[in-house]
C-alpha cells in the first residue's frame, strides 16, 4: 500500500504562490493532485507518469505545475497568480499509468490518496 503525505499548504493572498509537496513512501505509475472546495466535487488538477509526462485538466493549465523528484519519490504542485476560488483542500493520489496515458486519472480510478493539505486565498 502506497502511503501519500501532503505539506506545504497554507493561507496567502491572491497572486501569491505555493509549492505543494507530496512524499511517495515507494514508487508509483502516476502520481497526481486533486483538490476539494467545500461543498463541491473533487477535482482533478494535474498528473504526472513515472517518467515524467505530464497532463493537466483544461482549467488548470497555466497557473499550475507538476513535477517530481525521482530519488525522493516525491511530487509537487507549483501554483502561482492563486485566486480565492483556489480555496481547497488540496490530495496527492495514486493511480496506474494506464489511468494517466490521456489525461488525469478520474477519481474513480484513484487506488491511494494523501490525507490533504490546506490551501486558503484571501482576497
Known amino acids: 500500500q502506497v502511503q501519500l503525505v501532503e505539506s506545504g499548504g497554507g493561507s496567502v493572498q491572491a497572486g501569491g504562490s505555493l509549492r505543494l509537496s507530496c512524499e511517495a513512501s515507494e514508487r508509483h505509475e502516476c502520481l497526481a493532485w486533486f483538490r476539494q472546495a467545500p461543498g463541491s466535487e473533487r477535482e482533478g488538477i494535474a498528473s504526472i507518469r513515472k517518467w515524467g509526462t505530464t497532463q493537466y485538466a483544461e482549467s488548470m493549465e497555466g497557473r499550475f505545475t507538476i513535477s517530481k523528484d525521482i530519488p525522493k519519490n516525491t511530487v509537487y504542485l507549483q501554483m502561482n497568480s492563486l485566486k480565492p476560488e483556489d480555496t481547497a483542500m488540496y490530495y496527492c493520489?495514486?493511480?496506474?499509468?494506464?489511468?494517466?496515458?490521456?489525461?488525469?486519472?478520474?477519481?474513480?480510478?484513484?487506488?491511494?490518496w494523501g490525507q490533504g493539505t490546506q490551501v486558503t486565498v484571501s482576497s
Open positions: 493520489a495514486a493511480a496506474l499509468d494506464r489511468y494517466c496515458v490521456r489525461s488525469v486519472p478520474p477519481f474513480r480510478n484513484v487506488d491511494y
